[in-house]
């Protein structure tokens, strides 16, 4: 029988599969474009061999890739970032219901996918915008 601490460590690999179904395409476009099978093998390696801490190392370079590119805005980066950080957002908010810190570890992770996805939808209506005029 699994012990409630043994429980508590393993909690996050209770969440919806979505984002190792939906994140490789979009990160792998933010890293480097057409590396999607190589994307979706270090989210695979990550859930099935990975520990905690290196799920929270992989969520801190999706997050910090999802932040440059709402940063450095490139117009072929805005669809995919704002679609990684939908499902990350929603994945760091299912938190919540789990036993342990992972919810309070991850404050820091939802307030800056929330400020990329501002930015990223304010780029992608200025952008829309700014088409309309030059049309």
Known sequence: MMGIRSATRLAWLSLTPE?????????????RPGTTRAERA???????????????AGLDEAVWLINRAARDVRPE????????????????RMLIGLPGDLYRRTAPHRAALALAERRLRHHLATSSKEAAWSS
């Open 19 to 31: 984002p190792e179904l939906l994140l490789p395409a979009p990160l792998a476009l933010l890293r």
């Open 42 to 56: 270090r989210i695979e390696g990550l859930v099935l061999h990975g520990s905690r801490r290196t799920w929270i």
């Open 77 to 92: 980066e805005i669809a995919p970032a704002l679609e990684a950080a939908a499902v990350l957002h929603d994945h760091c």
